[in-house]
């Protein structure tokens, strides 16, 4: 198996900063993909931000400007620095996380439990 654990998740005002942390671990070889998203109850999950093996760099309209994902390929981490958060920030947060495992089947693709963000004065 290739599990993922999140962190970093809670509670912040407006105006405030939080970072996420997320971590794969298990069956790895490489990875390929990681990737944060988000969903609300009523609406479908949406992709915040992620970064491909070769850095491309993807983020949604609406966080652009004020979040930036890293990663440490060597810790196969990855993490989601949000600055000036808002109300419509609140979210479930779900790191996914792609690549092949050092068993059969190769190809994985992992998602975390989801951490909750809440944005509210």
């Known amino acids: 198996q290739v599990l993922v654990a999140e962190s970093g998740g809670g509670l912040v005002q407006p105006g405030g900063s939080l970072r996420l942390s997320c971590l794969a671990y298990?069956?790895?070889?490489?990875?390929?993909?990681m990737g944060w998203y988000r969903q609300v109850p009523g609406k479908q999950r949406e992709l915040v931000a992620a970064k491909t093996s070769s850095g491309t760099t993807n983020y949604a309209d609406s966080v652009k400007g004020r979040f930036t994902v890293s990663r440490d390929n060597a810790q196969n981490t990855i993490y989601l620095q949000m600055n000036n958060l808002k109300p419509e920030d609140t979210a479930v947060y779900y790191c996914n996380v792609r690549g092949l495992r050092t068993i059969l089947p190769r190809d994985f693709d992992s998602w975390g439990q989801g951490i909750q963000v809440t944005v509210s004065s």
């Open positions: 298990g069956t790895i070889l490489s990875i390929s993909d």
